[in-house]
């Protein structure tokens, strides 16, 4: 018995000592990091990036309202130099990725937002292709809900970290405009937001307290009023009133409510 065991379990262990060896080898040539892009999405390369890790979405528009022409200023040399971002929503909701989303796309320029400097490094950058005026399509709000679920669950960003260019850089950015829909991406549960029925903010409020909460920067207070306004209210002006509170507190309660 013991000589015919021993000979049918060499030919195994010759097959387990191979397979060993060929999982070595496979480690030893195996990429660190695997390419992370969206099947939603037509790759369609950009450059124009670093590697690095995403904690948060910004959403832009490309004021050109071209799609032909926003690929190429995302993915060539530039007279202002060299931008780009992962990804180009197009007006009929066609996707296009630029940037991997492992790699660290050059769209958000000097900003700042809940302490963070180097936002480039820290997010995953979506243009809007929109001429900065116009409404935004329906095709298109669809595409971006889809491709923020797909985003948040694919890389683990927080479904409430989405947030626009203009808020991370309050006076130097405008986009998305006013007319960007974000009660709609509320509603699939994208952004922060306050609730439906606000409760009025209580005596001594600090609304700009509570700004810098969120995340705004507020060392220039006219600044960053007018970029939560824009974001928060669809207009543009720079004094906070009783409404601002409101939502403030609101939004203020939902980020310091024991997480589910
Ligand atoms: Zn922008």
Redesign the pocket.
């Known amino acids: 018995m013991t000589p015919r065991a021993s000979t049918v379990a060499r030919p195994m262990r010759f097959a387990a000592v191979a397979l060993l060896l060929l999982a070595m080898a496979g480690c030893a040539t195996a990429p660190s990091v695997a390419p992370q892009r969206s099947a939603l999405a037509h790759w369609t390369p950009s450059p124009n990036f670093n590697a690095r890790k995403a904690q948060l979405i910004v959403l ?1 528009h490309t004021s050109i309202g071209d799609p032909a022409a926003a690929l190429r200023v995302l993915s060539t040399r530039n007279s202002e130099g060299p931008v780009s971002a992962h990804y180009l929503v197009e007006a009929d909701g066609r996707i296009d990725q630029l940037v991997d989303d492992n790699a660290r796309a050059w ?1 958000a320029g000097a900003s700042r937002w809940a302490g963070m400097t180097d936002i480039n490094s820290s997010s995953i950058g979506i243009e809007i292709d929109n001429d900065g005026n116009s409404p935004f399509t329906q095709p298109q709000i669809q595409a971006l809900v889809n491709l923020l679920a797909d985003l948040t669950a694919r890389l683990g960003i927080p479904r409430e970290a989405v947030v626009g ?1 203009g808020d991370i850089a309050p006076g130097r ?1 405008n ?1 998305p405009s006013v007319q960007f829909p974000w009660a709609t991406l509320a509603r699939y549960g994208f952004g922060l937001w306050p609730d439906p029925t606000l409760l009025p903010a209580p005596p001594n409020f600090d609304s700009l307290a509570a700004m810098r909460l969120v995340g705004y920067d507020v060392g220039s207070p006219r600044n960053a009023i007018i970029a939560f306004h824009r974001h928060y209210r669809a207009m543009e002006t720079d004094a906070l009133d009783a409404t601002d509170a409101a939502i403030l507190y609101s939004l203020q309660r939902k980020l310091m409510a024991p997480r589910q």
């Open positions: 832009h769209h260019h950015k986009d």
